[in-house]
């Protein structure tokens, strides 16, 4: 009786485009849940186990996006912005679009409605990535990098708009990253906000009106 042949068929392309699809979701699944968990219940609170009952997958599944520290990294950077570690905003969706206006008052109308949006969903991790810092050296490294990533951001996208003329020209270009990265960070969304009690609407009038009258060349009507 001949030998039975060993089938040496490569799997389908189909069939891997499924699978990283698969894993994608899966993985996006995690990161939405751990930020919501993160977000209600602090960082040292929120354990591996109850990530994975949440996300409906093993604790073996969520051992295998990295340590909690990472975890929480990278759900901080999905709740943002939807992907996981883009240093460009450029890169993103939204920077594409806040390049793409040809004239200044609908980019930063735009560019208000991001900054508060982002902000808004960012917030609630916030003070768990403030209270896990005190104990996880990693998310200390990471908050301590936060403002840098933030001012870096700001620069990529106020570099493009200089170009173009639109920002005060009386004041170092260093000087207006700087202003920009404070007033469109996530500790001014939650002072005016959460300590001042102010509604997330006056925080966007507001935003527009000191990006329009500190940053850019001239004041713009809100």
């Known amino acids: 009786?001949?030998?039975?042949?060993?089938?040496?068929?490569?799997p389908r392309p189909y069939q891997s485009v499924l699978r990283q699809q698969q894993a994608e979701a899966t993985r996006n699944r995690i990161l939405q849940v751990a930020g919501e968990l993160f977000a209600a219940d602090g960082y040292a609170r929120t354990t591996v186990a109850g990530i994975a009952s949440a996300a409906g997958v093993s604790a073996e599944t969520v051992q295998g996006?990295?340590?909690?520290?990472?975890l929480f990294i990278n759900a901080m950077d999905y709740v943002a912005v939807g992907v996981v570690g883009?240093?460009?905003?450029?890169?993103?969706?939204?920077?594409r679009t806040l390049v793409s206006f040809t004239e200044l008052a609908p980019a930063l109308d735009y560019g208000v409605t991001v900054i508060a949006d982002l902000n808004g969903r960012v917030a609630p991790m916030y003070a768990a990535l403030v209270g896990?810092?005190?104990?996880?050296?990693?998310?200390?490294?990471?908050?301590r990098e936060l403002?840098?990533?933030?001012?870096?951001?700001?620069?990529?996208?106020l570099d493009v708009y200089r170009e173009r003329g639109w920002l005060r020209d009386d004041i170092p270009f260093?000087?207006?990253?700087?202003?920009a990265a404070v007033l469109s960070s996530v500790e001014t969304y939650l002072h005016i906000t959460a300590r001042d009690g102010r509604s997330v609407d006056h925080y966007r009038q507001w935003l527009r009106r000191m990006l329009a009258l500190t940053v850019y060349a001239k004041p713009h009507e809100s």
């Open 65 to 70: 996006q990295g340590t909690k520290a990472v």
């Open 174 to 179: 260093d000087e207006i990253v700087e202003t």
């Open 132 to 143: 896990g810092a005190n104990s996880e050296p990693k998310l200390r490294d990471y908050l």
């Open 147 to 157: 403002f840098v990533n933030i001012t870096a951001q700001q620069r990529r996208l």
């Open 1 to 10: 009786m001949p030998p039975k042949s060993i089938s040496t068929k490569a």
């Open 86 to 95: 883009e240093d460009d905003v450029l890169n993103l969706d939204l920077g």
